[in-house]
């Protein structure tokens, strides 16, 4: 099997594994909330060496177990330790045993008005209010502990969360109210995918697995939700070529956009698809635009197309289309979609092609063919908002690849790839990459792969991981800020050449 790592799971598919660690290979539960608090307490002290005052804020189920557990050892360790209990208090089972071995060393206070003061003078704040069955927003006291905890970490306080920050969803990375923004989460048994995409990967901070030495026999015939692609992945996905190898074994690729005041688009789409690898690229624009493009990019075969006839012609010659890049929405943009729809050619569909697909052709389904949708794209296409796709994008994804077919790519932190077989998420990117022309940039590269053989989801997910980590080279070479998609395309040799 994969690593654990690369296996994403669900709240209730956790609760599962947590079961059969405890029922089939007989550990008892006790002793998972000790090995739990002493992974996190080893990753804190990895982390913030200099730590000497620890703050915990305990809820009542077992993810405050897990916090009372890691007061002991801090304790233990010559921390001064003060833990401040929120809502109920543990009332049985595993939890109410945690309180108890910690009462027996030190004491609790009760969450209050005054409390928020004490959180300002912690070295570590310790987030174990909720565990991974929240499915609220957090109320009462519990929200105004949470709203304390930021404010201190606004102020320099490091906050470590143990599984998942509270307030997080942890199916989905969904956050209805208030939510600890940690600095570190150290999640157990295994992954949660709403740690990793959503609004997870902007609360979570760095995420470290703790396995909690569970027997990999717990996992056998659970299916994870998806897989955490690894860059690694790229050098199965990209071999290296043949010595032999020319430019017609590296497939054709047919670019269509570029209507009036677009230009750039689908530039920027043509150079990706040429660093990607792609034998040959030819650009389908209108005909004002392609002496432009020509003297930009003497590499790139430029057509100006003007009729249905014009594009039909260009397509017999390619292996790959790929349609959106400033295609705009007019008359010879709806022209150019119908014409680029009826090919019997595998085909990225992203930008304005989307737009017209939801417009034009919402029926359509195509099992060739790569859709590579933003949010807003995505509601459009299954006729709800951007909001709605952002609360739950694994839903979201899963219904689009359902109702248009092929593979579906759902972009934004953590982008998610779907094929109807597997479900991928993209660790990589950064904040950097949401400026114009980066989803262009990505469609070039999706189409150099598929015109060089990849299967269409190992495509796609080979194009999100070389798309974000190019970008993340850049922003590791320069900074996040004021990085454009030139850049990203710029970076790419290195990226598709593991």
């Not at 109807?420 to 660790?427: A, F, N, S």
Request: glycine content about 12%; aromatic content about 4%; some cysteine.
């Amino acid at each position: 099997m994969e690593n654990i790592a690369a296996r994403l799971y669900s709240a209730a598919q956790v609760r599962e594994l947590d079961r059969r660690a405890i029922e089939d290979c007989g550990i008892p539960g006790y002793s998972l909330m000790q090995r739990a608090a002493q992974a996190a307490w080893r990753a804190a002290q990895a982390r913030w060496p200099q730590v000497r005052t620890v703050t915990v804020l305990c809820g009542p189920g077992n993810n405050g177990g897990d916090g009372y557990e890691l007061a002991c050892l801090a304790l233990a360790d010559g921390c001064t330790v003060r833990v401040f209990e929120c809502e109920d208090l543990p009332r049985r089972g595993d939890a109410l045993t945690a309180r108890a071995a910690w009462l027996a060393i030190g004491s609790v206070e009760r969450w209050s008005a005054t409390s928020a003061e004490a959180l300002l003078t912690a070295d570590l704040i310790v987030d174990a209010l909720y565990g991974i069955g929240l499915s609220r927003a957090p109320e009462g006291e519990t929200a105004d502990a949470i709203t304390a905890a930021n404010a201190a970490h606004v102020n320099g306080v490091a906050v470590l969360a143990l599984d998942i920050p509270s307030g997080l969803i942890a199916d989905t990375g969904q956050v209805p109210g208030a939510v600890i923004n940690a600095d570190l989460t150290v999640t157990f048994i295994a992954q949660k995918i709403g740690l990793l995409t959503g609004q997870g990967p902007a609360f979570a901070g760095a995420v470290e697995l703790a396995t909690l030495d569970v027997p990999e026999r717990v996992h056998v015939g659970l299916t994870p939700i998806a897989q955490r692609i690894d860059a690694s992945d790229l050098r199965r996905w990209l071999p290296r070529r043949s010595p032999t190898g020319h430019k017609g074994d590296h497939g054709h690729v047919l670019l269509i956009g570029g209507d009036h005041g677009m230009l750039g688009a689908i530039l920027l789409a043509g150079r990706a698809a040429l660093r990607a690898g792609a034998g040959l690229v030819t650009i389908a624009t209108r005909a004002v635009h392609a002496p432009l493009l020509a003297a930009a990019q003497p590499d790139l075969m430029v057509r100006g197309v003007e009729s249905a006839a014009e594009l039909a012609m260009l397509i017999t010659r390619a292996d790959v289309v790929a349609i959106g890049p400033g295609l705009g929405t007019d008359d010879w943009s709806r022209t150019m979609f119908d014409t680029a729809m009826a090919a019997a050619l595998p085909m990225v569909v992203d930008a304005d092609a989307l737009n017209l697909l939801a417009q034009q052709s919402p029926s359509l389904r195509r099992d060739d063919w790569l859709l590579t949708p933003h949010p807003g794209e995505a509601g459009r296409l299954l006729g709800c908002s951007t909001v709605t796709v952002q609360q739950d994008r694994i839903a979201a994804i899963q219904a689009l690849q359902a109702r248009y077919g092929g593979a579906v790519v759902l972009k934004g932190a953590g982008s998610l790839v779907a094929d109807g077989e597997v479900l991928r998420l993209c660790p990589y990117g950064n904040p950097g990459m949401g400026v114009g022309g980066m989803g262009d940039v990505l469609t070039g590269i999706s189409a150099a792969f598929l015109a060089q053989g990849l299967p269409l989801g190992i495509a796609a997910a080979a194009a999100v991981t070389v798309h974000a980590r190019a970008g993340d080279a850049v922003a590791i070479a320069g900074g996040e800020r004021g990085l454009i998609a030139s850049d990203v395309v710029d970076a790419l040799r290195a990226q598709v050449n593991p």
